[in-house]
């Protein structure tokens, strides 16, 4: 990544990178898609085997492929059922990223609202974050519905501060 950012041709290393997320057997995939999340929009073939890598036996392959869709925004729109799915995951980790992910896709993202909407009671506070984030970038009709939500994540005094600030944005 940081030679193909140097030299400033990034179309000619990508391909080495998608490959390397099909090696599963020489490469971790997570250090592939990590490489790939600095290539943003312009990596996005690597989109359907990162939406493979979101159901990766190790978390931090999952994590890994979530994070990298969500640096390549509205191009990843396509992984948003996965994303959606991945907010459910037993990881906290990949969980967050996935709402950040789909956050930064935003408004072709509104079918996961309801998830999202979920996420906001999830017992880990990025989860919490991300997902407040992700409901304000992804906007428009049927967002409405986590008002109730949001509002209690406003008024829990138990509530870390900056979800409850960004909350209060929302």
């Known amino acids: 990544y940081a030679i193909a ?8 290393h990508i391909p080495f ?27 996005v073939q690597a989109v359907p085997l990162l939406i493979e ?10 994590w890994g492929a979530a994070g990298a869709l969500a640096n ?5 729109r396509e992984a948003v059922p996965a994303l959606n799915e991945a907010l459910k995951d037993w990881d906290e980790k990949v969980r967050w990223y996935s ?3 789909l956050g930064e896709i935003g408004p072709d993202a509104r ?29 428009g ?4 519905q986590a008002i109730p939500a949001l509002t209690a994540r406003v008024e829990d005094e138990t509530e ?6 960004e909350a209060q944005k929302a």
């Open 72 to 76: 390549m925004g509205p191009a990843a």
């Open 5 to 12: 950012k140097i030299t400033g041709d990034t179309r000619k």
């Open 17 to 43: 990178l998608v490959e390397a997320l099909r090696d599963k057997k020489r490469v971790w995939p997570g250090m592939a898609a990590a490489a790939l999340a600095g290539f943003g929009p312009d990596a």
């Open 111 to 139: 079918r996961a609202v309801p998830d999202l909407v979920l996420c906001l009671d999830d017992p880990d506070d990025d989860v919490r974050g991300y997902a407040v984030r992700a409901l304000v970038k992804v906007g």
């Open 160 to 165: 870390n501060d900056a979800i409850r600030e």
């Open 99 to 101: 709402a950040w992910a």
């Open 141 to 144: 009709p049927g967002v409405e």
């Open 53 to 62: 890598d979101l159901q990766a036996e190790h978390a931090d392959n999952r």
